[in-house]
């Protein structure tokens, strides 16, 4: 199995490079896989289209926020520490990959592409983040109030993300500004 992430990773590494250099996706599978001098058959046991690629990087990246965030948590902390923790990990490792982030928000349609995509692959994690909240919202009602809860946390991590992305001030102290007001303001709301 590590085989199979390894060579994952690297088709997910050459891709974006690709991308951030020519600007345009790869013209094909085929032309990426001799680049990288591995099989056809290599990347398509792994993805089937660039878009699962680009989809399996939101995976990891989220995949490795959760993983830091959890062996650097216990059970002891609050509902706003949790989220500040999930926020500021998230956009540390957001900042490492800025120049993708960039490129693939570049137009409008990118833009809702990107939001779209996002929102798949993030949705869970905030599911599972608005139970750990355990807001008064969610005692509204069990149904209602966790999907309104995944929702608002869903809106507002957007809201943050595309700040994020016009963020010109240094080390984005003006994005960690607002990810700390806005939890502290959201939290005293509930």
Known sequence: MP????????ILN???DHLL???????????????????ETDFYNNFGSFDQVENYFWE?????TVDTCNADS??????QHSLLTFYYTLFENLKLNRSYLLLLNSS??????LDVKLRKVFLIQFEQLAQKLN??????SEKVGEKLSTEVLWMHFIAIFHFWLNDTSPSFEKTDALIEKSVRAGIDLT
């Open 3 to 10: 085989k199979r992430i390894e060579i994952k990773e690297k």
């Open 14 to 16: 050459s891709y974006i």
């Open 21 to 39: 250099i020519e600007g345009v996706r790869p013209v094909s599978v085929y032309k990426l896989c001799k680049k990288l001098k591995i099989e």
């Open 60 to 64: 990891l990246l989220l995949k490795n």
């Open 74 to 79: 216990d059970d002891s902390h609050n509902a």
């Open 108 to 113: 409008k349609r990118s833009q809702l592409e």
């Open 135 to 140: 807001s008064p919202i969610s005692k509204i």
